[in-house]
């Protein structure tokens, strides 16, 4: 995800970061090194170098960081990040046990329902563009049952997500 623009907003203490979706604040506590009000951030801008894709801060000391996108994400919890943090985990998981299993790929394609094209996308732990459904039946064909349990707190909700 491209930056767009990113500013300091130093009484709440964040970096302010705009892309074409959204804005997104990142916290100065997060930054390594910390921006500090003996060592206040001079200069920040969307790193080039880095495809827009992060941003680099300089403070009045002279040390140097970089925050990427994705960090930003993260600690935003942005959806189409934990979607796909999901999709991955679910991914490895489905190659750990179709190592396990005693089924043949071609007998796993056919109850499946699908090709052998498809079967292999769905292993590619980088393709993010495979549904969360065609996972789960593949997992439970190789006699895995997913339970999604999701968690709630005072500080932050988090999911878990488990493979029995």
Known sequence: MKIKRVTVNNRKKVFEVTTSRSAYAFPFVKADPRPTPADRITKVFVDRELGDEAFTYVLESGKEGTIHMDHVLEYNQDPGL?????LYKLTLEVQKRLGRSSLSRREIIRRLGTS????????????YRKSLDQLISLLRILDCEV??????????????????
């Open 147 to 164: 339970e999604l349990v999701v968690k709630g707190g005072r500080v932050r909700d988090t999911s878990v997500l488990r493979a029995v």
């Open 82 to 86: 934990m979607r796909d943090l999901l």
């Open 116 to 127: 052998a094209a498809q079967f292999y996308r769905l292993l590619d732990q980088t393709n």
